[in-house]
C-alpha cells in the first residue's frame, strides 16, 4: 500500500478496548523510506497497544497487519524526535551566549526535554486520537 507503513503481527492480549500486537520486524524495513525514525527496523519483536476496532472480533495468536499512513508516522516522528532535539539544542545554545556553564546548560537542556516528555504523557489520550490505526 502506496502512502502506509504496514508491519505484520500477531494479537498477544486482548481487552475491552485495546489490542496488545507483537510485530514481527521484516526484511522490508530495510527499504521503508521512514525506517530511521520508526525504530521497528532495530528490534526484531515489539509489542504494542493499539485501539481495537468495534467491528471486528479477534483472538489471542491470531496474524494481523498493522497499517499506519506516513504522514501519521512522520508526525509521531516530529513529536518523539525532532522536536526534543531542537529544544535541547536551543535551549543549550540561548544559555550558553548567557555565559551559563557548560555543564549547567546542558542538564538545563535535559531538564526541558524531560519536562516535554512528561507533557506528552498527561495528553497521551489526545494524541493518541490523534494517529489511527488500521489493523487488517
Same mark, same amino acid.
Given at each position: 500500500m502506496e502512502g502506509h507503513v504496514s508491519h505484520p503481527g500477531v494479537v498477544v492480549g486482548i481487552t475491552d478496548k485495546d489490542l496488545e500486537i507483537e510485530i514481527l520486524s521484516s526484511s522490508s524495513c530495510g527499504s521503508c523510506g521512514i525506517k530511521s525514525a520508526c525504530g521497528m527496523s532495530e528490534m526484531q519483536e515489539k509489542r504494542v497497544v493499539?485501539?481495537?476496532?468495534?467491528?471486528?472480533?479477534?483472538?489471542?495468536?491470531?496474524p494481523v497487519s498493522i497499517n499506519m499512513n506516513t504522514k501519521q508516522g512522520n508526525k509521531a516522528a516530529l513529536f518523539a524526535y525532532?522536536?526534543?532535539?531542537?529544544? *535541547?539544542?536551543?535551549?543549550? *545554545?540561548?544559555? #550558553?551566549?548567557? #555565559?551559563?556553564?557548560?555543564?549547567? #546548560?546542558?542538564l538545563i537542556g535535559i531538564g526541558v526535554v524531560a519536562v516535554y516528555y512528561v507533557i506528552l504523557y498527561f495528553f497521551?489520550?489526545?494524541?493518541?486520537?490523534?494517529?489511527t490505526y488500521e489493523i487488517r
Amino acid at each position: 500500500m502506496e502512502g502506509h507503513v504496514s508491519h505484520p503481527g500477531v494479537v498477544v492480549g486482548i481487552t475491552d478496548k485495546d489490542l496488545e500486537i507483537e510485530i514481527l520486524s521484516s526484511s522490508s524495513c530495510g527499504s521503508c523510506g521512514i525506517k530511521s525514525a520508526c525504530g521497528m527496523s532495530e528490534m526484531q519483536e515489539k509489542r504494542v497497544v493499539v485501539p481495537k476496532p468495534e467491528d471486528k472480533e479477534f483472538i489471542v495468536g491470531q496474524p494481523v497487519s498493522i497499517n499506519m499512513n506516513t504522514k501519521q508516522g512522520n508526525k509521531a516522528a516530529l513529536f518523539a524526535y525532532f522536536i526534543p532535539a531542537f529544544l *535541547m539544542v536551543a535551549i543549550i *545554545m540561548i544559555l #550558553s551566549n548567557l #555565559s551559563v556553564k557548560e555543564w549547567l #546548560s546542558a542538564l538545563i537542556g535535559i531538564g526541558v526535554v524531560a519536562v516535554y516528555y512528561v507533557i506528552l504523557y498527561f495528553f497521551r489520550d489526545k494524541l493518541r486520537n490523534e494517529f489511527t490505526y488500521e489493523i487488517r
